[in-house]
């Protein structure tokens, strides 16, 4: 499994990267047919409460592609609340199967 973290128009510190490593690997751990996670994090302007976004890209052989997009007020948040949003997704497909 392959993971991109971008921060658009900011550097994305160590700490964070380390935070969405650990969830997504635990994300691949429980659907282990994941072949790519993409995060890509921005500041929504104007500079106010509930402005950092997450948009999460997950791509799965055979599956397709599942993509999150969430807002809050830490990306920590906003990653919890895609994956969620990543993981309803998946089950659903899974459950299909």
Not at 12 to 21: G, R, T, Y
Request: aromatic share 6%; no cysteine; hydrophobic share 40%.
């Amino acid at each position: 499994m392959k993971t991109r973290i971008q921060g658009i128009h900011f550097d994305v510190s160590e700490k964070l990267v380390a935070f969405i490593n650990k969830k997504a690997e635990r994300l691949t751990r429980r659907f282990p047919t994941i072949d790519y996670i993409d995060v890509n994090l921005t500041v929504v302007k104007p500079e106010t409460a509930m402005n950092k976004e997450a948009v999460m890209k997950v791509i799965m052989p055979h599956d397709g592609e599942f993509v999150a997009k969430k807002i809050a007020d830490s990306f920590e948040e906003a990653i919890d609340n895609a994956i969620e949003a990543i993981e309803g997704q998946l089950e659903k497909v899974k459950g299909k199967k």
